[in-house]
């Protein structure tokens, strides 16, 4: 990365992140219930767990605002990594059928266990996404076949067409289908501390992971042929890509539902402002893509308060516009 590119990201990260810090704030002061500052710095300073707001402050909002932060950076880096290793500008972590895996192993869940406490079905979620991959991994290998991008993405379709079937299948079966309904849509709301000391270690290693394997994103998005001639390993770090994507995508979709566009979006806005180098697109899209979605989450707060709209609706709302657009456009100057 020359100066002027490392410039660019610089001046875009320091804009990206006091947005970001500014964002934060207002979702930690804004919601159903409004808190002063004052309050907010009296309850860092002194908590003190009889009083209602310092409540609703430390098991409510900030637990709620460090999800948004944790899985809008994860939703965009998947879906950057997802882009650069496919070629493909419209994939994002849903092509590996992790969104689907997730929703069958929770309608399995619903269906058999009933009522269940939120860390269980953020593992059954994150099993489920697991086991979607697999099934992705095991038709792309079939009779020793190399991991082609076209074919992952036909497989992708396949493993998430079957497992959204069985998912809607059982939930009709079983007269579930309003409580997953009410995940698909998307949500931040039920995130508690408890779960985020669970999921936040293995999203942060992830997050890590995705931009110390920046430079050779940026070498295979070039394609396989080029990425070969340059020295990359394809197969082996198309497989470690593949299983960042999971460990980013998983433990989101399972803290908040299958949540569309931040992964397919986020990328092509930080391509308009820093390049098309991965290793410049992937920092930037950790900022970018927590921007996107404390914005969106603070949007289905405010927009019918005291109830909340679904974050998958404003998320949709914004995003089908765009990604019509970029569909129309082609996106040949975007990769």
């Known amino acids: 990365m020359n100066y002027s590119k490392r410039w660019s990201l610089l001046l875009f990260l320091s804009c990206t992140l006091l947005l970001l810090a500014l964002l934060s704030l207002a979702s930690i002061v804004l919601g ?7 309050t907010i710095l009296e309850a860092l300073k002194n908590p003190d767990l009889s009083n209602q707001q310092h409540i609703v402050l430390f098991d409510l909002r900030i637990p709620r605002t460090i999800g948004d ?3 809008g950076a994860s939703f ?5 990594l997802m882009q650069g290793m496919s070629k493909n500008p419209l994939a994002d972590s849903g092509i590996l059928g992790i969104n689907a895996g997730a929703s069958f192993a929770l309608a399995i869940c619903v269906s058999f266990l009933g009522t269940m406490h939120f860390s269980m079905s953020v593992f059954a979620s994150f099993l489920g996404a ?29 493993v998430s067409m079957l497992l959204t079937s069985l998912a809607q299948g059982i939930s009709i079966l079983f007269q579930t289908g309003q409580d997953l309904t009410f995940w698909s849509a998307g949500g931040v709301g039920g995130i508690r501390m408890e779960q985020l000391k669970v999921a936040a270690p293995i999203l942060l290693v992830a997050l890590i ?3 110390l394997i920046s430079k050779k994103i940026s070498i295979l998005s070039l394609g396989d042929e080029s990425a070969t001639s340059l020295g990359l390993q394809v197969e082996k770090t198309k497989t470690l890509c593949l299983l960042i994507t999971l460990l980013l995508a998983g433990p989101s979709v399972a803290l908040a539902g ?12 930080v391509r308009f402002f820093v390049g098309s180098d991965y290793q410049a697109i992937i920092p930037a899209c950790m900022p970018t893509g927590a921007i996107l979605m404390v914005g969106a989450d603070l949007i289905s707060r405010l927009i019918n308060a005291p109830r909340e709209t679904p974050i998958g609706l404003v998320f949709a709302l914004l995003g089908v516009p765009m990604f019509i657009y970029l569909a129309r456009k082609g996106m040949k100057d975007h990769v």
């Open 209 to 211: 992971a995705s931009i």
């Open 258 to 269: 299958p949540i569309a566009f931040v992964g397919l979006l986020t990328p092509h806005i």
């Open 69 to 71: 932060l944790l899985i």
């Open 76 to 80: 965009a880096c998947a879906g950057a």
């Open 130 to 158: 697991g086991f979607a991959m697999l099934l992705v991994f095991g038709l792309m290998m079939i009779k020793g076949r190399k991991l082609d991008s076209v074919r992952l993405v036909l497989a992708g379709l396949a």
């Open 32 to 38: 159903s219930t409004k808190i002063e500052l004052s």
